[in-house]
């Protein structure tokens, strides 16, 4: 005789089923709220950018943070937000921000604390986490630009791969189109007091000169910085 209840109701059955799915779903670190709306989460929070030996590491593009970087910059391009800190771009995300790739043709008044010079048809372009940035003294700023085409000519040594950013902090509340006006100007007041301009080939110096030179350049720019109420380290 078959006992009542031994064997489970086909209901019982989809039940079981069901609840097996939501657990795999739950168990699943990668299937968030952020997938659901069309985003993957990356399975890393950060990477390692090795092109032409830059070995540095970056947020990885597709993290969403729960905050912004401390020393984070505003950016607006073509009606819309972004963030730069440290070489990476964030955007609005919800209440958060996703790490993105920048837009050809956004800018910024500084390049980030590492980056690797690159020379291709004789013009230097400034990489770091996938991004090539140029020079664009017309808007005074260093800008998103598509991929050179080709080998690179020259790749600096690693030993020049430092930045030529300095840490500059506003004292006197000053706004990020200030800063940007002003870090300019004493780049520019720096180039011309000491003869050397870090945007050119060499420096714009010979080659003997470059060291004392660049040296000449940064003590005048951090002068002129100091003197329109910044600290600079």
Same mark, same amino acid.
């Given at each position: ?75 607006? !391009? /073509?009606?819309?937000?972004? !963030? ?11 209440? /958060? ?41 017309? /808007? ?36 990020d189109a200030q800063q940007a006006t002003d870090r300019y100007e004493c780049h520019a007041w720096a180039v011309g007091k000491t003869g050397f301009d870090p945007t050119r080939p060499s420096g714009n110096v010979d080659e003997s000169e470059v060291d004392s030179k660049h040296a000449d350049y940064r ?15």
């Amino acid at each position: 005789m078959r006992m009542k209840g031994k064997h489970p109701s086909r209901l019982a059955v989809i039940l079981l089923a069901l609840g097996a799915t939501t657990a795999l779903a739950a168990g699943n670190p990668y299937r968030n709220r952020d997938n659901d709306r069309g985003h993957q989460q990356p399975r890393s929070e950060s990477r390692l950018d090795n092109r032409y030996s830059h070995n540095r590491n970056y947020p990885s593009r597709g993290y969403v943070a729960p905050a912004l970087p401390q020393g984070y910059r505003s950016v607006r !391009y /073509r009606g819309s937000p972004y !963030y730069y800190s440290r070489g990476a771009w964030y955007r609005p995300y919800g209440p /958060r921000f996703v790490v993105v790739a920048p837009p050809i043709g956004i800018g910024v008044g500084f390049l980030p604390p590492y980056y690797t010079r690159v020379w291709f048809g004789g013009m230097p372009y400034y990489y770091a986490d996938d991004t090539y940035y140029s020079w664009r003294p017309e /808007r005074r700023e260093y800008v998103v630009t598509d991929p050179p085409s080709g080998a690179p000519a020259r790749v600096d040594d690693a030993a020049d791969q430092g930045s030529d950013e300095i840490f500059v902090y506003p004292k006197n509340g000053q706004s990020d189109a200030q800063q940007a006006t002003d870090r300019y100007e004493c780049h520019a007041w720096a180039v011309g007091k000491t003869g050397f301009d870090p945007t050119r080939p060499s420096g714009n110096v010979d080659e003997s000169e470059v060291d004392s030179k660049h040296a000449d350049y940064r003590r005048a720019e951090g002068a002129c910085l100091e003197a329109r109420g910044y600290s600079v380290k």
